[in-house]
C-alpha cells in the first residue's frame, strides 16, 4: 500500500514537473522573441535616435487607455518615441491609475488627456456580470467600472454600449479632477473609442471621438474635429 501511495505521489510529482516545464519553456520562447525584436530595434536605431529623448520626455498627450493586448499604441501614433504618456490598466480607468494620469497632466504638462475605450472589451464584460468569484485585486478594480446596466458578453452590440458608457463616465470623474486645468484653457479631455472589430462600421481599426469635455453631441464632435484639421501639421513639429 505505502508502495502504491508513493507511486501516485510520484506519479503526480512527475506530471506537475511536466506542466510547469512546458510553460518555462513557452516562457522562453517568449523572451526569446521579445529579445530578437527588441535587438533588431537596437540596430536600426542608433545613437541620434535616442539622444532626441534621452535626458527628457515631452509627450504630446496623456492617454488612459485599456491593458488588452489588442490595444496599442502603434494604432495611434506613427513614431512611438517620446509622443504619448500611455497609462494603461483593466478598463482604461481614471480611479486605479490617478497618481499616474495626474502626473501626465501635472508635471509633464500635456494639453489633452485622451481616454480610449475598446470594442470587444474583457473588463467591460466582466463588471457588467457577475465577476464575485474573481480574485480580491480583480474585484477591487472592476467594482470601480460604473455601467448603466447589465451587459450580455455575447452581445457586441450591449458591449459597445458599456464600452462607451464607461469611457463616458471616465472622462466625467476626469472633468471633475481637473476642473481648473479645464477653465483655465490648460486641458482637453476627450474620450474614444478604438474599433477592432468594426462594430461602428466605421472601418476596422478606427478610433472614433465619442465625448469631448463631456459634450457627447456628434455634431458638436464634427465640428471639433473639422475645426483641429489645419493644426495637424503644427502638432507634429512640436513632438520633433
Do not use: W
Not at 508502495?3 to 511536466?18: E, M, N, P, R, V
Not at 516545464?21 to 533588431?40: F, M, P
Request: net charge negative.
Amino acid at each position: 500500500m505505502l508502495k502504491y501511495l508513493l507511486g501516485l505521489i510520484c506519479l503526480a510529482f512527475s506530471q506537475l514537473a511536466t506542466a510547469d516545464s512546458n510553460e518555462i519553456a513557452q516562457a522562453k520562447n517568449v523572451i526569446d522573441t521579445i529579445l530578437h525584436d527588441n535587438n533588431a530595434f537596437a540596430k536600426h536605431h542608433k545613437h541620434q535616435y535616442f539622444e532626441r529623448f534621452a535626458k527628457s520626455q515631452h509627450p504630446r498627450a496623456t492617454v488612459v487607455t485599456c491593458a488588452d493586448s489588442r490595444v496599442h499604441d502603434q494604432a495611434l501614433e506613427h513614431d512611438p518615441d517620446n509622443d504619448l504618456f500611455i497609462v494603461r490598466n483593466i478598463g482604461n480607468q481614471i480611479t486605479t491609475a490617478e497618481g499616474s494620469v495626474e502626473y501626465g497632466v501635472h508635471h509633464l504638462h500635456t494639453p489633452l488627456l485622451l481616454i480610449v475605450g475598446h470594442s470587444a472589451c474583457g473588463a467591460i464584460k466582466a463588471a457588467g456580470g457577475d465577476y464575485k468569484n474573481e480574485s480580491v485585486a480583480i474585484k477591487r478594480e472592476l467594482s470601480t467600472i460604473k455601467l448603466s446596466h447589465a451587459i450580455s458578453p455575447e452581445d457586441e452590440r450591449e458591449v459597445l454600449n458599456g464600452v462607451m458608457d464607461n469611457v463616458n463616465y471616465q472622462v466625467n470623474l476626469a472633468q471633475k479632477k481637473f476642473d481648473l486645468e479645464l477653465k483655465q484653457g490648460h486641458l482637453v479631455i476627450i474620450g474614444a473609442v478604438y474599433d477592432f472589430t468594426n462594430v461602428l462600421s466605421h472601418g476596422e481599426g478606427k478610433l472614433t471621438i465619442t465625448n469631448i469635455n463631456g459634450d457627447t453631441n456628434p455634431k458638436h464632435i464634427r465640428e471639433f474635429i473639422r475645426s483641429t484639421e489645419h493644426h495637424r501639421p503644427i502638432l507634429k513639429q512640436q513632438k520633433s
